[in-house]
């Protein structure tokens, strides 16, 4: 394939995982820059005007799992829908099938469990994270394609542009440092983070997330790259 006419993928990733737990998560939704980034994006907002006209949540507010589920989050214009665990629910696996569904886009995670805690667990998520990006490099190089990350956050973490950089600039396929962008401002990334929280709930499966316990089963795995998350 002529590099001029090579595919370029656009990787959307967040995090999820807490060092009390041991869990380290990465999740991603991924499209290429083409007609489906349109699509993908297009299907998403019509479904954020439907959550403004059903639950009074406006197509800029952003959707974060945590504060959305937890109830500490004021997504909506309603104070009633704010204050009700089911209509939460209910916008979180309504936004969850929208994704899962989509036919210009798909998702991934790859994760770990670890013992360690305090800086030991900085070191083990920044190893994780690494061989996350190689595993990407990876697959776009069996598909013969470049891509790009972009990820939530403000670029302080310098470790993630040392994972960049550690791959072999001879056959990599993962292009720059990644790209950050603040979830607020970005409907992919707040996508990547609604994905990311649902693979961590799955993997961890604590007592009072229950509910959302097989949601990446039934919202998400049929779109996963993977076939489901990927332990590394």
């Given at each position: 394939?002529?590099?001029?006419?090579?595919?370029?993928?656009?990787?959307?990733?967040?995090?999820?995982?807490?060092?009390?737990?041991?869990?380290?998560?990465?999740?991603?939704?991924?499209?290429?820059?083409?007609?489906?980034?349109?699509?993908?994006?297009?299907?998403?907002?019509?479904?954020?005007?439907?959550?403004?006209?059903?639950?009074?949540i406006p197509p800029?507010?952003?959707?974060?799992?945590?504060?959305?589920?937890?109830?500490?989050?004021?997504?909506?214009?309603d104070s009633a829908?704010?204050?009700?665990?089911?209509?939460?629910?209910?916008?979180?696996?309504?936004?969850?099938?929208?994704?899962?569904?989509?036919?210009?886009?798909?998702?991934?995670?790859?994760?770990?469990?670890?013992?360690?805690?305090?800086?030991?667990?900085?070191?083990?998520?920044?190893?994780?994270?690494?061989?996350?990006?190689?595993?990407?490099?990876?697959?776009?190089?069996?598909?013969?394609?470049?891509?790009?990350?972009?990820?939530?956050?403000?670029?302080?973490?310098?470790?993630?542009?040392?994972?960049?950089?550690?791959?072999?600039?001879?056959?990599?396929?993962?292009?720059?440092?990644?790209?950050?962008?603040?979830?607020?401002?970005?409907?992919?990334?707040?996508?990547?983070?609604?994905?990311?929280?649902?693979?961590?709930?799955?993997?961890?499966?604590?007592?009072?997330?229950?509910?959302?316990?097989?949601?990446?089963?039934?919202?998400?795995?049929?779109?996963?790259?993977?076939?489901?998350?990927?332990?590394?």
């Amino acid at each position: 394939m002529s590099p001029l006419t090579t595919p370029v993928r656009l990787l959307y990733i967040d995090d999820s995982g807490a060092e009390a737990t041991g869990f380290i998560v990465y999740s991603w939704i991924e499209t290429t820059l083409n007609d489906c980034w349109r699509g993908g994006l297009r299907g998403w907002l019509d479904l954020r005007k439907d959550l403004y006209v059903r639950y009074r949540i406006p197509p800029a507010a952003e959707l974060h799992a945590a504060p959305l589920l937890g109830g500490h989050g004021r997504p909506s214009l309603d104070s009633a829908v704010n204050s009700s665990k089911q209509a939460r629910n209910e916008v979180m696996e309504l936004a969850l099938a929208t994704i899962g569904s989509a036919t210009d886009f798909r998702v991934g995670t790859v994760y770990r469990e670890t013992t360690a805690r305090g800086a030991a667990y900085g070191r083990e998520r920044s190893v994780v994270y690494e061989a996350f990006i190689h595993h990407l490099d990876a697959r776009l190089e069996l598909a013969d394609e470049w891509g790009m990350a972009i990820m939530d956050g403000n670029g302080s973490d310098k470790g993630y542009d040392s994972a960049h950089r550690a791959l072999k600039l001879a056959t990599r396929r993962v292009i720059e440092d990644p790209l950050f962008q603040s979830s607020h401002r970005s409907q992919w990334v707040q996508m990547a983070d609604l994905v990311a929280w649902t693979a961590y709930q799955s993997l961890l499966r604590a007592p009072n997330k229950k509910f959302a316990w097989d949601w990446y089963d039934q919202h998400l795995r049929a779109a996963d790259v993977n076939g489901g998350p990927v332990l590394l």
